[in-house]
């Protein structure tokens, strides 16, 4: 066995890394093609491709001759690029990279926190993963810092509105705390050692979609909207002052998270619905949720029209209690979440032997 850290420095020292990568990248759509139809509704295959790819080969516009005639498989394509050497990327290369995010091509960060700037390069380039480094994983149990560190960035990665993933998880305990803050995905021998294509379709029928949901979920879902309506909220006064001022506003708040399927909170919603309606829980915030959201709207419209400070002042009041109501409503679920796994544990303790 060789790494590829063992032979991609010498495919690209010998001009070939090109010739490795297109046919990487042919293998993998048509081995997704071929897996889909059998594969979970969010099912994604990821390959890695270098800096190097990116700068000196026409690896893009391969990538769209191969993609030409079946672009529904973007859905479920992710490109890997390692923070290393991802500086000095030209502008057009990133304006492709946009382009292919905007139709559904996942773009992830290999192996974070491994180079110094991987925060530069993540406001730099389209990312929407973000893999942190096997090494930190490999610290749990046994460094604090390492867990405080993995914690902050699934933390960054949820405001940046990325998912992450961990990589290299060898054991239980590794997976409940990367659970437990909030991490969507995780790979490593835990779940499988490297498979064959055969070995690998005979495994999806038996996915790996848990029919629960962990605590640091709920605890993220709260924390996503208590930054949605922080963002709100600065962003709505600078709205108002732009309009009495007579001048264009400057927002950093998508106008599309008004909608309530649009904000972070709102796909994760999406995203467990069947666990939530599985545990009777989906109508506990989606009702809530949207409450809020069709308020949030109506207020938003009604500073672009010009109303008062006063009036505003009012209805920012009643945007906070419905927010509250939102809050209760999740720790509500969290609650019930955690008496439905400590019965499941008393229960299973309780089992005569």
Known sequence: MVSPSGFIPIFEKQGLIGILTQWVCRQSIGFLEYILPHAPQDFRLSFNVSAYNLRHIHFLEELNKALMGREYLSLHLTLELTEDGLENIEQPIVDELIELRDRGLGLSMDDFGTAYSGIERLSKLPFTELKIDRYFISQIGKSDTASRIIDASVAMSHYLGLTTVAEGIENQEQVDLL?????????????????????????????????????????????????????????????????????????????????????????????????????????????????????????????????????????LKNLSQLSQQLVTALYEVEHRIFASQFMAVGSATNRPT
Do not use: M
Request: charge should be neutral.
């Open 179 to 315: 659970r437990n803050i909030g991490c969507e995905h995780g790979q490593g021998y835990f779940y499988a050692p490297p498979l064959s294509a055969n070995e690998f379709y005979r495994l999806i029928e038996t996915s790996f979609n848990g029919n629960n949901i962990p605590l640091g979920f709920i605890s993220q879902a709260i924390l996503n909207h208590v930054r949605w309506h922080r963002n709100y909220v600065c962003n709505l006064h600078r709205l108002h002052d732009a309009v009495k001022e007579k001048k264009p506003p400057r927002l950093d708040f998508p106008l599309s998270e008004l909608n309530h399927e649009e904000c972070r909170l709102g796909r994760w919603i999406i995203e467990h619905r069947n666990e939530l309606e599985n545990a009777s829980l989906f109508t506990v915030i989606d009702a809530p949720h949207r409450e809020l959201h069709c308020f949030a709207d109506k207020l938003w419209r009604a500073v672009v029209k010009g109303k008062d400070e006063s009036w505003i002042f009012d209805k």
